[in-house]
């Protein structure tokens, strides 16, 4: 038989003559105690490794303070392309049911160009993902630009969409 140290350790007991004896006079005899010998587990038998937590998303929160920021200098064209196609991005991943993947892009779209757009549809989408405080944060970012911005209609349909979630006001 062919016994491995990790198989033998695992359920190893030394029995040794310690203690004290049993009975008393010339015929006492000793008693073997039990020492259990705690030993690492085989790695066989080694609990899985924790998961690893999953990247975590950028928070609304962090692209709406961006929002609270003025908007980017009339000549960031560049910028303010690249907002525009991740908003199209955005627009494509949500008419095909792809909400989180498309809350992280209009969430980069408000990062890139702070604009009412971006903002409601933000809201929207994170609405539908049942993220009713990251969409009542978003409405409201949105109607406060909007009013900034002299849009009243677009100020009136945030409101009106916070007030139906329940959002403070």
């Known amino acids: 038989m062919n016994i491995t140290p990790s198989i033998l350790c695992a359920s190893l007991v030394i029995l040794c003559s310690c203690g004290p004896s049993i009975g008393t006079g010339a015929g006492a005899q000793e008693q073997p105690a039990a020492v259990e010998i705690p030993t690492a587990q085989p790695a066989s038998e080694a609990p899985p490794p924790e998961p690893e937590p999953p990247e975590p998303r950028e928070s609304t929160n962090a692209a709406l303070r961006r929002a609270d920021a003025p908007p980017p200098p009339p000549g960031d064209s560049q910028r303010m392309a690249a907002a525009q196609a991740t908003f199209q991005h955005a627009r494509e991943l949500m008419s095909q049911g792809k909400l989180v993947e498309a809350c ?61 979630l329940g959002c403070p006001p």
Not at 127 to 147: I, P, Y
Request: aromatic share 4%; with cysteine; glycine share 6%.
């Open 104 to 164: 992280v892009k209009f969430e980069e779209s408000v990062g890139l160009d702070p604009a009412v757009g971006s903002l409601l549809n933000l809201a929207v989408c994170e609405e539908k993902l049942g993220n009713t405080q990251r969409a009542c944060r978003a409405f409201f970012d949105a109607a406060s630009m909007a009013a900034r911005n002299g849009q009243s209609e677009r100020e009136a349909m945030a409101r009106q969409r916070m007030s139906a």
